[in-house]
């Protein structure tokens, strides 16, 4: 079988699904982490590949960008696909000084003042929690691995937050004792679907700005430099039953 986004037949996508936004980093996993792999889709420049890593079958897939691409892209794995765990890993904006480039943030829950929910289900939710046994595999292969992550609340935006015309004036509509620690585009999307197709689903992120840091990474160090994050979510990947 295949949908209108994704010409994979049924059976090649592992039940265990990594998202990175860039179809190019989903290319730069599997090259430089996995033993073998297939491309198994690529319409619309989505590159899906599946292959083993540490004898663990995974699929690796871009989400493109955005609520209304991650929301497809997602939706299809979940419902057509078999899938039963998404980790999303990308970067994000800091929003608190205590982040610094390349720090890596796991969601709790993540808000959203778009109305992606609405829109999907007739449900006027804008809250939503990331599955709680994922986030707990992720931490604690994070420890047992010595690396560190910041664990909070997100903010997923309809827009590139840093384009904003006053982006406090979009934290002042945050609701109170919100407290986001980041900013991306996605993971609510991804988050929404797999509470309502019962699945689950974790989003990891790569600190690439913040408002309080001067500096901003290339796009060449967005693709490259975050493997510290994308070898989590790959170690946690194979910890899943």
């Given at each position: 079988?295949?949908?209108?986004?994704?010409?994979?037949?049924?059976?090649?996508?592992?039940?265990?699904?990594?998202?990175?936004?860039?179809?190019?980093?989903?290319?730069?996993?599997?090259?430089?982490?996995?033993?073998?792999?297939?491309?198994?889709?690529?319409?619309?420049?989505?590159?899906?590949?599946?292959?083993?890593?540490?004898?663990?079958?995974?699929?690796?897939?871009?989400?493109?960008?955005?609520?209304?691409?991650?929301?497809?892209y997602s939706y299809e794995l979940f419902k057509f696909y078999d899938v039963e765990n998404i980790i999303r890993i990308g970067s994000c904006g800091g929003y608190i000084p205590e982040l610094k480039l390349f720090d890596i943030v796991i969601s709790e829950q993540c808000f959203s003042e778009g109305n992606y929910a609405l829109s999907l289900n007739n449900d006027?939710?804008?809250?939503?929690?990331?599955?709680?046994?994922?986030?707990?595999?992720?931490?604690?292969?994070?420890?047992?691995?010595?690396?560190?992550?910041?664990?909070?609340?997100?903010?997923?935006?309809?827009?590139?937050?840093?384009?904003?015309?006053?982006?406090?004036?979009?934290?002042?509509?945050?609701?109170?004792?919100?407290?986001?620690?980041?900013?991306?585009?996605?993971?609510?999307?991804?988050?929404?679907?797999?509470?309502?197709?019962?699945?689950?689903?974790?989003?990891?992120?790569?600190?690439?700005?913040?408002?309080?840091?001067?500096?901003?990474?290339?796009?060449?160090?967005?693709?490259?430099?975050?493997?510290?994050?994308?070898?989590?979510?790959?170690?946690?990947?194979?910890?899943?039953?």
């Amino acid at each position: 079988m295949s949908t209108p986004h994704n010409e994979a037949k049924l059976g090649e996508i592992a039940k265990t699904v990594i998202m990175p936004g860039d179809p190019l980093r989903a290319k730069y996993i599997v090259e430089t982490f996995f033993d073998n792999y297939k491309l198994v889709n690529q319409v619309r420049g989505i590159y899906t590949y599946t292959g083993t890593y540490k004898g663990k079958e995974l699929t690796v897939m871009a989400s493109g960008m955005g609520m209304p691409s991650m929301g497809i892209y997602s939706y299809e794995l979940f419902k057509f696909y078999d899938v039963e765990n998404i980790i999303r890993i990308g970067s994000c904006g800091g929003y608190i000084p205590e982040l610094k480039l390349f720090d890596i943030v796991i969601s709790e829950q993540c808000f959203s003042e778009g109305n992606y929910a609405l829109s999907l289900n007739n449900d006027n939710c804008h809250i939503v929690s990331a599955n709680n046994n994922l986030n707990s595999i992720i931490q604690k292969t994070a420890i047992q691995n010595n690396i560190g992550i910041i664990k909070g609340n997100t903010v997923c935006s309809d827009c590139f937050d840093i384009y904003m015309t006053d982006v406090n004036k979009f934290l002042e509509r945050v609701p109170k004792n919100f407290n986001p620690i980041s900013a991306e585009m996605e993971a609510f999307a991804l988050f929404y679907n797999a509470k309502v197709l019962n699945k689950k689903a974790a989003c990891l992120m790569s600190v690439v700005d913040s408002k309080f840091i001067k500096e901003v990474a290339t796009a060449e160090e967005r693709q490259t430099g975050l493997n510290n994050m994308i070898k989590l979510s790959l170690d946690s990947a194979i910890e899943i039953e």
